[in-house]
């Protein structure tokens, strides 16, 4: 069965980093795209970075840079490294393995809160 399981968020202050995992298993992992997305109480899901399986990047324009998404295929992982965080960051961030819109899968998420 598929699972894919984040963690790594918390509480950090404004400026600070972290670095978001999650891993996959019951999928071919090498063969899926990967995604985070993120979800503020009472926003709408966004989507934060992608990565595909060929290792092609696509970063939200909120990023500006201080994001990097990248993958580990021998440990069926996806990373988020997020630096230099600002409190309109806070939010659960969700991973996501895609081939096509139909054929998806979503971690329950884990949340980043950026406060002082």
């Known amino acids: 069965q598929v699972q894919l399981v984040e963690s790594g968020g918390g509480l950090v202050q404004p400026g600070g980093s972290l670095k978001l995992s999650c891993a996959a298993s019951g999928i071919i992992f090498g063969i899926y795209n990967v995604a985070w997305y993120r979800q503020a109480p009472g926003k709408q899901r966004e989507l934060v970075a992608a990565?595909?399986?060929?290792?092609?990047?696509n970063y939200a324009n909120f990023v500006k840079a201080r994001f990097t998404i990248s993958r580990d295929n021998a440990k069926h992982t996806v990373y988020l490294q997020m630096n230099s965080l600002k409190p309109e960051d806070t939010a659960v961030y969700y991973c996501?393995?895609?081939?096509?819109?139909?054929?998806?899968?979503w971690g329950q998420g884990t949340w980043v809160t950026v406060s002082s």
């Open positions: 996501n393995a895609y081939v096509v819109a139909r054929v998806n899968y």
């Open positions: 990565l595909t399986a060929g290792g092609i990047t």
